[in-house]
C-alpha cells in the first residue's frame, strides 16, 4: 500500500509534468496555420509566384526538424532534417551544455554547406538535412545527465527568415573510460547565459545552506513519528530478530543487528525521497496554479482526519501477514536478514504513516531536489530507527508502553498536516482569510489541549504544562481572530495593520516603499519613459499575493529602513500578476520571466540591466549589496 | 476510503493537468491599440509608435542576419525620400537581440528612417500584428487612424507598398 500510494504521488507528479509539456509545446513555436481571419487569410495573395498549396509557411519546427541523441560516450550527434524550399546557415548553429559542470563541448566539425549568394555576400547553407558530431571533454567517468542547448537559424527560399531557434533537449551520458585530458583540445564553449546565474544561486543556496537543516528536521520528524503507534509493528520483528539469534547475543551483537536493521528501512525511505525529488522537479510552476494548491491542500486535510483516527490508512491484510510469514523465516539473525525485514517493514510501517510520509514527500517534491529528497528521508529513516537502536541495544528490555500519549503524538501529525493546507492555501486566499484560518486551527487545538477546563485539583505537572499551552494558544488564536477584523493578514503580527494603499497616514514607525502599480505594458513603457527623461533608475518588480517570497521580500527587504532609503532614489515600479490575466502574462512575457518574484533594474538610460535581475528572495544585507552593485 | 482517496487524487491530478495545459497556452491577445507601444531606439530613447499617427506608417520588422530584408530596405529608403512629405513613414524594428549588429550595419548603410530597438517586445509585437509563424522580414500597414491596413509577411515590393498606400498617398 504504501508503494501503491507512493506511485500514486508519482502519477500525480507525472501528469502535472505532462501537462507542463502539453502546455510548453505549442508554445515556442507559435500557432501552425496561417489561414486565420483577417489580413491573414490574404497572404496566399501577398506570396508570390507560389500555387495555393504551398501559401502557407511551415512553422519552424516542421521546416527544421531536429534532433539530438548520444553517440557514444564522448560523442553526441544532432540533426536537422530540413523541408525542400527551406535552408538552415551554416554559421549560425550555436551549441552549448546547460549546468553540466563535469562535461564541455569539444571542437565541432561542421561539415561544408552549399554557396548561397545573399543580399550580404556569399552564405554557406544546408538543404534537405545538416547532421553531424559534437565532441564532448569529459572531466568525470561516471554516467551523467547533459543537457544540451542547440541554437539555429533558418529561411525560406521564398523570401523570410525564421528567427533564431533555440532548443534544450536532456540527454543520459553513458560511463566513458577517458577524461578531459586524453580527448581533443579546449573548445570556445558557449559561455552560460548570465540571466541563469541568479537562478543557479538559488538552487545552490537551497542544496548549500539548508540541506544539514533539513536533514536535522526530518531526523527529529522522524524521531517524532518513532512515538506514534506506527512502530509497533517493527518491534515484534526486530525482537524476533535479535532473539530469535538465540541464547547467547552480546549487546555489540544486537546493536549491529538493529542497526542495519534500521539503515536498511532508512534506505527504502530514501529511494522514496530520490524519487519525489525527481519527479517533483518544475512542480514548483504547477504549484502556482490555485487548482493545484487547492487539490494539495484537500490532501492534506484527508490526511489529518486520517491522523485524528476518523480511518485507518494499512497495507492490504495478506501482504502484512506475508512480511511477518517472512520474518519469521528470517531468525538466523544474520545482518543480510536483519536489513531484509528493515527494508520490507519499512513497507509494513509506511501506510500507518502515509500521512506524515506523504506530506514530507510533498514537501521534497516542491523542492525538486532528488539529493536533497534522499537525504532527507534517509534522516527520517534514522530517526524513526533511535527508539529501535535503544531496543537493540537493551536486547528487548527497553519496550515503549503504549498509551494515550501515542494518540496524542498522531493528533499533533494531524495539527501539522492542516496547519501544511493552511500554508499552501496561502498562495491562492486572501491574507485576512488565511489568519483566520490560523486562527480556527490554534483555537481549535488549544480546545483539545483542555485550554479552558478547569485544573482538578493536584493535577500532574504535565497537565499544567498541557494547559498552559493550550491557555497560550488560545489567547494567540484570539489575537489573530482581532487582526481579522482589523483587516490584518500577517499572522506573525496578526495586531499590526497591513500596509494598504492611502488608509495609514499614521504609520511612521516603518518606512514603507511605495510602488507605483503597473497593469499594462504600455503603462509601464510610459512610465519608464518618464524615469527616463528624469534620468533616474528606475526598479521593477513583479509580485502576486501567492508569492509567499514576494510577501517575504515586501516585509523584509523592502520595508528596511536602509533598502528603502535606498530606494527612495528610483522610480519604483510593481506588476502585481496576482489575476495572471492576459496583461500580466504579457509583462511576464516581455522579459522572458516565469513568475515572481522577480525584481529588474533600469539604468538612467531607460534600459534594463539585465545581468543585475533579481530572481527570488533576497534578505535586506543581499540586497543592499546587490543594488549597489547594479547602480555602481 | 482508500479507494476513495486514491481516486480523488488521480482527478486532481487530472484537472490540474488540464488547466496547467490550458493557462500555459494563452496567447496575447490582438488589442484594439495596436500602436499603443513603445521601443527604444539605438541610442535607448524611447518612441511610441502612435506618434506617426496622422500619417501612412509601414512597420518593418528587420534583423541583420535576414537576407531578404537588407533585400527590400533599400527600396524603402528610395520611398522614404520620395514619399515621405506626402505623409509615408517607415519604422524599422529590430528583433532579437540585435543593438550592436544594427549599429554596426547601418555604419556602412545607414536608412533615412527610424530604427527601433525590439529586442523586447519586438517580436511579440510582430506577432500579435499577424506574425504567427515568427518569420522575417514582416511590414505591416497602418492607415493615418492608426488602423491596421495589411501586414505582409515576406520581401514587401515597391509596386506592392504602391498598392497598400493608394488610399491615402498617390
New interface residues.
Partial sequence: ?AF?RNT??I??FS??L???A???G??D???P??S?G???A??GQ???GFGPEQDK????DQAFQFSANVKDANTLHVDWQIAPGYYL?RE?FKFALLDSPEVALGVIDLPRGQIKQ???GP?EVFHDSASFDLPLKRNATGPVNIRLQAKY?G??E???????IEKTVSLQLPATTSTANTVLPTAKAEPKPVAVAEQDRIADSLKNDSIWLVAASFFGFGLLMAFSPCIFPMIPILSGIIVGHGHKITTARAFMLSLSYVLAASLAYTVFGVLAGLFGSNLQA?FQ?P??IG??S??FV?LALSMFGF?E?QMPSFIQSRVTELSHKQKSGTLTGAAIMGALSALIVGPCMAAPLAGALIYIGQTGDALLGGLALFAMGLGMGVPLLAIGLSAGKLLPRAGVWMNAVRSVFGVGMLALAVWLLDRILPANVILFLWALLLIISAIFLNALDALPPGASGWRKLWKGVGVAMLAYGVLMLIGVANGSGDPLQPMRKTISVGECAENKTTPTTRFRRIAT??EL??A??TA?SEARWAMLDFYADWCVSCKEMEKETFANPQVSQELGKMVLLQADVTA?S?ED??LL???GLYGPPSTLFFGP????RKQYRVVGFKGPEEFLDHLQQAMR | MKKLILILVALFALIAGIILQRSLITVIPPGPHELDSAFPDLDGKLHRLDQWKGKVLIVNFWATWCSPCLQEMPEFVKLQQELGPKGLQFVGILTDDEADAARDFLKSKPLNYPVLDGSIGGRQLAQKLGDTTGVLPVSVVFDPNGKRVHTEIGVFTRDEVMEKIKPWIK
Avoid: H
Fill in positions: 500500500m501503491y500514486v504521488l502519477i500525480v501528469l502535472g505532462t501537462g507542463l502539453l502546455g510548453l505549442p508554445d513555436s507559435s500557432p496555420e496561417l486565420v483577417n489580413p491573414l490574404r497572404l501577398t506570396i508570390k509557411l511551415l512553422p519552424p546557415y549560425r545573399e543580399e550580404d552564405k537559424q529561411c525560406a521564398r523570401g523570410v527568415c525564421y528567427s533564431p504547477v496554479n487548482w493545484v487539490s494539495f484537500a490532501l484527508l480511518y490508512l505594458v504600455s513603457q510610459d519608464l519613459q527616463q495572471n492576459d502574462k504579457a512575457k516581455l522579459y538610460d531607460g534600459a534594463e
